[in-house]
């Protein structure tokens, strides 16, 4: 089954710091999902990809899905206070959509003001 | 715009005891899903409908039944808490199930089984 492997786990940094977050699968990936959670709420969309070396921007963060379309980033440039959550990736590997998505176990981010 | 609504947000159990996850969204959504979240797991798919009248299993739907009660609502239903069923429900939907429809999720049911 589809394995999705999310970089770092956690991450410090301080405000103004750009990050990256890195999110890799062993199968080539139809859509690549973002997603943002904070502690007691659910997942809030951030971002979809599904094309080979698509990127697309909010605000102040970009994701982009390489060539090989195995592997998804999300870039976070001078961060803030407001970036700090949980970020997890979703994926669909088999082309089923979104009745197979996997999921990453997610990336907790802090930002220290 | 309420999106996806769930109910109760917090639940004890005592195991043996039966309850169920009331979720419904407002956004005319055909597909509805049922995740759990465990730390170190992440989320995983218990359940989906796909579309009113139709449901199909996910990955771990043992202990578990789902009702598609109409487009706007979807159960979740455990006949029979087990310590294990401890974890964080959410409920999500989308306009189609195929590629290119992000999920859109509730806020979670947190669900303790003792």
């Known amino acids: 089954s589809q394995e999705l492997e999310q970089s770092p786990q956690s991450l410090i940094v301080q405000e103004g710091k750009n990050l990256t977050i890195n999110c890799t699968s062993s199968?080539?990936?139809?859509?690549l999902y973002w997603y943002k959670q904070k502690y007691g709420e659910g997942l809030i969309f951030l971002m979809m990809?599904?094309?080979?070396?698509e990127e697309k921007s909010h605000e102040k963060i970009t994701a982009k899905l390489d060539e090989k379309k195995q592997q998804s980033s999300l870039h976070i440039t001078a961060s803030q206070p407001s970036h700090a959550g949980i970020y997890l990736c979703?994926?669909?590997?088999?082309?089923?959509?979104?009745?197979?998505?996997?999921f990453g176990k997610g990336t907790k981010l802090s930002v220290i003001p | 715009n309420a999106g996806v609504t769930q109910t109760p947000k917090f639940q004890v159990l005592k195991t043996g005891q039966s309850m169920t996850l009331q979720c419904a969204q407002d956004?005319?959504?055909?597909?509805m899903y049922w995740y759990r979240q465990d730390p170190g797991m992440g989320l995983r798919l218990i359940y989906y409908?796909?579309?009113?009248?139709?449901?199909d299993k996910g990955e771990v739907p043992n202990g578990y039944n789902v009702s598609r009660l109409n487009k706007r609502e979807f159960s979740l239903r455990l006949e029979s808490a087990a310590p294990s069923q401890t974890s964080v429900y959410f409920c999500?939907?989308?306009?189609?199930?195929?590629?290119?429809?992000?999920?859109?999720f509730g806020n979670g049911t947190r669900l303790t089984v003792t």
């Open positions: 990809l599904q094309k080979g070396g």
């Open positions: 956004m005319n959504h055909n597909s």
């Open positions: 999500a939907s989308n306009k189609l199930g195929g590629a290119g429809s992000p999920l859109h």
């Open positions: 979703g994926a669909d590997s088999s082309g089923a959509g979104s009745y197979q998505l996997t």
């Open positions: 199968k080539t990936l139809y859509g």
């Open positions: 409908s796909a579309s009113e009248g139709t449901t």
